[in-house]
């Protein structure tokens, strides 16, 4: 048994021979310190050794709460740019607002200053519905007979004439359109009273223009030229504007000429007009002569 067990130490010897150098060693080395940081060997080591594993952690869980935080600041952004759309839509709609109110302010001072100049009793109204037809080329304004609204009344704005009266409710009125081709206003070219060049124009059905007849092919036209109401037609006083030439077919001494005119109002975004309350002169029918008798004879 001694020598069995003389044996197993002598064979063992060699093994806690080498436990002994081990573990003075793993003293020795856990004692050891780094001659720079003063730091402890193992514990560098142990860093050195775990490194390469935080890195990996590290980038995984930056990956996770970059790609997280990617997506709050896209949430973010979405909510801000929508804000920022319904900002700019809500600045548009103001802006188109202040701009309508702008033009209707323009509109309603140039009617009031138009007013002032007519010497003749106004209706202000509003339109309300246009005639879709392409052969009926007419409006409905809010104003009736209980306004004082009648038949063949002209209607203007400050711009020129509209049309006429031709159809009246208590409280609505269809305008004819002055570019309707049964609509015509005597006109002339230039100055009344000082232009001879005197017509008729009537609806041309093309191109919203008016087409004027009638005019001597004598007398100079010229594109450009202001075409004012004559109150021939007993309907238009005289002396209100009906447009501008824009074009013209020359005629000779024995053929008139004939002239294209656009209108001087927008007669295709009317907003508000005047009618005039305007009743022509009443014509005088020539005196019928007296017959010659001789008195003082007697059969």
């Known amino acids: 048994m001694v020598r069995s067990t003389q044996k197993e130490i002598r064979q063992r010897a060699p093994v806690w021979l080498l436990v002994l150098l081990a573990v003075n060693f793993g003293l020795m080395t856990w004692d050891a310190r780094d001659a720079v940081t003063k730091q402890r060997v193992v514990r560098v080591w142990g860093q050195a050794i775990a490194s390469p594993f935080q890195r990996a952690a590290t980038g995984v869980g930056g990956t996770g709460i970059g790609f997280f935080q990617r997506l709050v600041n896209m949430r973010h952004a979405e909510a801000e740019n929508e804000s920022l759309k319904q900002r700019l839509a809500d600045a548009e709609t103001e802006l188109r607002d202040a701009r309508e109110a702008r033009d209707e302010n323009e509109r309603l001072k140039k009617m009031l200053d138009f007013k002032q100049d007519v010497k003749y009793e106004t209706v202000a109204a509003s339109v309300i519905a246009r005639d879709p037809s392409v052969w009926f080329n007419s409006i409905i304004i ?21 049309g006429r009266v031709v159809a009246v409710s208590p409280v609505t009125a269809q305008i004819m359109l002055l570019t309707d081709e049964r609509s015509a206003a005597g006109a002339v ?89 305007y009743h022509p002169p009443p014509r005088t029918a020539p005196e019928k002569a007296l017959p010659n008798v001789d008195k003082g004879k007697s059969k």
Do not use: H, W
């Open 142 to 162: 809010n104003r009736g007979s209980t306004n004082g609204v009648d038949v063949n009344m002209p209607v203007a704005t400050p711009d020129g004439i509209v």
């Open 189 to 277: 070219v230039g100055q009344l009273g000082t232009s001879n060049a005197i017509g008729s124009v009537r609806g041309f059905g093309k191109n919203g223009l008016l087409e004027m007849r009638y005019v001597s092919g004598l007398e100079t036209v010229n594109v450009g030229d202001y075409v004012a109401t004559t109150g021939q037609d007993s309907i238009y006083p005289p002396g209100l504007s009906v447009g501008a030439v824009v074009d013209k077919k020359e005629g000779s001494a024995s053929t008139p000429q004939t002239i294209f005119v656009k209108p001087g109002a927008r007669l295709d975004s009317l907003q508000e007009v005047l009618v005039l309350r």
